[in-house]
């Protein structure tokens, strides 16, 4: 993989608040080191669907590659992710949630309770993926092939896809 800038975003009450360690955070962190990924930023902010939006754009604005987030996608009253995912992304791209949740689903049933989304908002591309470690390991593997050509997509480094 080229050399993009991933940020990683933990949306945790109790971690934000210091009362339990992030898991999901770290497991992205090895997933990016081993796609040669350069984490510029790691983040961990409340269920709050504000907090969660106003830190995306930041990250948007200060122009980072590809953000990941981890967290708050299930059915709990308090997961707000993709509210404010949605809230900031100008075109949707949906083809990664939906490959996350058919491969998921082949492991287990509750993988349709995910309501996680991705999109684009100027040259970021955000992903949202479960809270928790294994969930992630898992879901980056069904997704990673497809990163790196969605990035060099999105930074004009593709003039031709069509192949031969």
Same mark, same amino acid.
């Given at each position: 993989?080229?050399?993009?800038?991933? /940020?990683?975003?933990?949306?945790?009450?109790?971690?934000?608040?210091?009362?339990?360690?992030? *898991?999901?955070?770290?497991?992205?962190?090895?997933?990016? %080191?081993?796609?040669? *990924?350069?984490?510029?930023?790691?983040?961990?902010? #409340?269920?709050?669907?504000?907090? &969660?939006?106003?830190?995306?754009?930041?990250?948007?604005?200060?122009? &980072?590659?590809? !953000?990941?987030?981890?967290?708050?996608?299930?059915? /709990? #009253?308090?997961?707000?992710?993709?509210?404010?995912?949605?809230?900031? &992304?100008?075109?949707? /791209? #949906?083809?990664? /949630?939906?490959?996350?949740?058919?491969?998921?689903? %082949? &492991?287990?049933?509750?993988?349709?309770?995910?309501?996680?989304?991705?999109?684009?908002?100027?040259?970021? *591309?955000?992903?949202?993926?479960?809270?928790?470690?294994?969930?992630?390991? %898992?879901?980056?593997?069904?997704?990673?092939?497809? !990163?790196?050509?969605?990035?060099?997509?999105?930074?004009?480094?593709?003039?031709?896809?069509?192949?031969?």
């Amino acid at each position: 993989m080229n050399s993009y800038k991933l /940020a990683i975003v933990t949306v945790s009450d109790r971690s934000s608040r210091g009362e339990r360690d992030d *898991l999901s955070g770290p497991e992205i962190r090895r997933w990016a %080191e081993n796609n040669s *990924l350069s984490v510029v930023r790691e983040i961990i902010v #409340p269920d709050e669907r504000e907090i &969660i939006k106003k830190t995306l754009i930041e990250l948007c604005d200060e122009k &980072i590659d590809l !953000i990941l987030t981890t967290g708050g996608t299930g059915f /709990a #009253p308090r997961d707000q992710t993709p509210e404010a995912t949605k809230d900031v &992304i100008e075109r949707e /791209a #949906p083809g990664f /949630a939906e490959a996350m949740r058919m491969k998921s689903l %082949e &492991i287990t049933p509750h993988a349709m309770l995910s309501r996680a989304i991705s999109g684009i908002r100027g040259k970021s *591309l955000i992903i949202n993926l479960p809270g928790s470690p294994k969930g992630v390991r %898992e879901n980056l593997q069904f997704i990673e092939k497809a !990163i790196p050509h969605a990035l060099s997509l999105l930074n004009n480094e593709v003039t031709d896809c069509g192949g031969k």
